[in-house]
Nanobody
């Protein structure tokens, strides 16, 4: 059973940083793409970044255009864990953040779009990130 557990969220002032963690289990980590998504109140789920999600290349990364330069995704394969480092946070980054998993061999990771939430099978419970102004 695919399981993902997020941690590291909380309240931070604008300009601050947070690092989210996503601990995974129940599948072969190297065979999966892991994505981070977020959902703000009253809005749809938005793709943030993914790793292992480009053309089946392990460790490959992809970011939503609007977040490039501020957010960094990384993985520790020995710990089956994916991280999302978030810097220069803004109030508009306030949302529930989710990590999700999908088989890296799925055609969408060769054809795109890479951050379509409907293409990801397993989801964590989500964690709140609040950025105060």
């Amino acid at each position: 059973e695919v399981q993902l557990v997020e941690s590291g969220g909380g309240l931070v002032q604008a300009g601050g940083s947070l690092r989210l963690s996503c601990v995974t289990s129940g599948f072969t980590f190297d065979d999966y793409a892991i994505g981070w998504f977020r959902q703000a109140p009253g809005k749809g789920r938005e793709g943030v970044a993914c790793i292992g999600c480009r053309d089946g290349i392990k460790g490959s990364t992809y970011y939503a255009d609007s977040l490039k330069g501020r957010f960094t995704i990384a993985s520790d394969n020995a710990k089956n864990t994916v991280y999302l480092q978030m810097n220069s946070l803004k109030p508009e980054d306030t949302a529930i953040y989710y990590c999700a998993a999908a088989r890296a061999s799925d055609s969408v990771f060769y054809e795109g779009p890479l951050l379509n939430p409907h293409e990801y099978d397993g989801w964590g419970q989500g964690i709140q990130v609040t950025v105060s102004s």
